[in-house]
């Protein structure tokens, strides 16, 4: 497909490039080896994590090969996000979509060779007209963003994806690099060969993102689990509901309760009102808004200090792209999921609704989304074990590891709910089935003859305390599943417990904690000194974001600033070699940084 390549080019053209534009010395992790095949000519696939600079190796190549790089990406408002950020460090870029209102200069811009990087959705690369546009000028290199969505196996397929595969080859000389953060070794091989790129084009960075904090608990009161997680992360976040009531709900109750500035995200809002929501949001510093998943694949926000959700979601893929939101700054983020026994019992009752030819994978990702819940060891490690990986066995970073749980044998208990499940005729409710284990009074109990059986009054004592939490780890892992009807039936391996072939080992239910306040607060990330001088960069940023009309992390990110605070360059050269600080921006804003430094 590609032109033969006889050389490996020198990085050091690159990185010089890298100093020019971007302002960083060196490159991060795997982008040298993927920008060193983009420079040859050779096809990728690059499997990268959040945050670890997926933009640059198509950014960074697009800057110094002949022709423009033609950006593939799924949301407008990405596009958007990741125009400005180019823009400001002073690439030729421009988007082609169906909201630009300036689509006739962009295209006689393309055709005269003045784009560095031209961003477009699938559904108009599909399109003939756009094929025919692409001929009129040279290209250097198509960009995949969020290639997962080109496969089935991916948690987010789209199939616009599967357009792209004939537009591609009708430029076979132009390589191609498909980027994504989520995708499992069947999803990577599907991409390869949906994209057309060679096995030996596929080049893995790591799934891990160390500055991200996982803490997964059990759901009793969101709204109170909410407010003392905003009290703890003042910077800004995001917060995943199931639904859009849950969404209009939680929003206008942690507004009351914090006092901050809290927004809803859903597909139900008027068009206007999400554009609206979601630029006050990419903009601020510290709002949060709630949304359901609707919202965020389309965010290059790289200051939001947290990601909650509020239920499970649909899967570890999922989970991980989600969460990975959080500290693309590479800063200390905090990932907390809030679940229910309930979030798996709709989740199961759901895999009847999805074809046959993928309910077992769709099944396969609930249990290892239960396993991640479960779990009494490291929560990262169980995640990046699911992607291939061979971790150590603790992180030092998970809420497992900060403080180890106590885990408790409760086979016994289990096989006293399941029995009870059983013998009432697997069509009541935990409420019923907690009545005749501990022997209530009840008339229901009496008038089915359920006060006869001998699991009737089994259960006392301390064990009373523990029912429902081992009924809630007994749906998780799909041992009890609801019916349509609320009613709980066996299901997975329930009767390989009632037989004593499987053991139920659980966390211990920790004490109610009124809130976690004090620790691994977002702003000791942020300005870990208290240096007055940073605070005023900071505010000096905002000034130059409102004039700039685009969000302070265009400007600079938070690194730049401390390193600025922590230095204090006398003059343009000096801050010139500040991380970050390109040659654009120094010539845009280094004066006026500059003198907000002597000020103080």
């Not at 995943?240 to 709900?249: G, I, L, S």
């Not at 939101?325 to 590479?330: K, Q, V």
């Not at 302070?552 to 991380?579: K, N, W």
Request: with cysteine; aromatic share 6%; proline share 6%.
């Amino acid at each position: 497909m590609n032109a033969p390549v006889t050389t490996i080019p020198d990085l050091a053209p690159a990185r010089e490039q890298l100093r020019a534009v971007f302002g960083f010395d060196d490159f991060r992790g795997r982008q040298p080896e993927v920008i060193e095949r983009v420079l040859a000519g050779q096809s990728t696939l690059a499997v990268m994590p959040t945050g670890a600079g997926k933009s640059l190796t198509y950014q960074l190549p697009a800057t110094m090969l002949p022709g423009t790089c033609i950006v593939i990406s799924p949301l407008i408002a990405l596009m958007h996000d990741q125009l400005r950020s180019a823009q400001a460090n002073g690439i030729r870029a421009a988007t082609l979509t169906s909201v630009d209102e300036n689509r006739r200069e962009t295209m006689d811009a393309f055709r005269n060779g003045e784009l560095d990087l031209l961003y477009v959705a699938p559904e108009r690369a599909s399109q003939q007209s756009f094929c025919d546009l692409l001929s009129a000028a040279p290209l250097s290199l198509f960009a995949i963003d969020e290639a997962h969505c080109v496969s089935e196996w991916g948690h987010d397929f789209r199939p616009d994806y599967r357009q792209l595969r004939p537009l591609m080859d009708r430029f076979a000389d132009v390589p191609r690099l498909a980027l994504t953060a989520t995708a499992d070794s069947h999803t990577r091989a599907d991409i390869l060969d949906q994209l057309g790129i060679p096995a030996q084009g596929l080049v893995v960075a790591g799934f891990d993102r160390p500055n991200i904090r996982y803490a997964i608990r059990h759901r009793d009161n969101p709204v109170r689990q909410l407010k003392a997680l905003m009290e703890d992360q003042p910077g800004p976040g995001i917060v995943y509901a199931p639904t859009r009531r849950k969404v209009e709900d939680i929003a206008d109750k942690l507004a009351a309760a914090t006092g901050r500035d809290v927004l809803p995200y859903h597909a139900g809002l008027e068009p206007q009102v999400r554009a609206e929501h979601q630029a006050r949001f990419v903009a601020s510093e510290d709002m949060v808004i709630v949304a359901t998943i609707a919202f965020g694949m389309g965010i290059d926000k790289p200051d939001v200090r947290f990601v909650a959700h509020a239920g499970i979601p649909k899967s570890i893929e999922a989970y991980y792209q989600e969460t990975g939101r959080a500290g693309r700054d590479g800063d200390p983020a905090l990932a907390l999921m809030l679940w229910g026994a309930e979030d798996f019992a709709k989740a199961r009752m759901r895999l009847s609704e999805v074809p046959e030819d993928r309910r077992d994978g769709d099944r396969q990702r609930l249990d290892s989304l239960s396993n991640l819940v479960e779990t009494a060891g490291c929560r990262r490690a169980i995640l990046l074990r699911h992607f291939g990986e061979d971790p150590p066995r603790q992180c030092g970073n998970c809420d497992n590891c900060l403080v180890a749980p106590e885990v408790i044998d409760a086979t016994e208990l289990s096989r006293k709910i399941l029995s009870a499940a059983y013998r009432t005729g697997q069509s009541f409710g935990f409420g019923h089935l907690q009545k005749v284990l501990t022997g209530a009074d009840d008339e229901r109990v009496r008038q089915r003859g359920h006060d006869r059986l001998s699991v009737f009054g089994i259960v006392e004592g301390e064990e009373t305390a523990m029912l429902r939490p081992v009924a809630r780890a007994l749906q998780a892992r799909g041992s009890l599943v609801a019916t349509e009807h609320g009613g709980l039936m066996l299901g997975g391996d329930a009767r390989a417990v009632l037989k004593g072939e499987e053991a139920v080992l659980m966390v211990k239910p920790p004490k109610t904690k009124r809130s976690s306040r004090g620790r691994g607060r977002g702003d000791g990330g942020v300005n870990p000194v208290g240096d007055p001088l940073f605070d005023a960069l900071r505010e000096l940023r905002r000034e130059l974001a409102v004039e700039q009309q685009v969000p302070p992390y265009v400007i600079f990110h938070d690194a730049t600033l401390r390193e600025m605070a922590a230095t204090r360059p006398d003059s343009l050269s000096a801050l010139g070699q500040v991380g970050g600080v390109g040659a654009k921006k120094l010539d845009a804003y280094g004066e006026r940084f500059l003198d907000c430094i002597r000020r103080h």
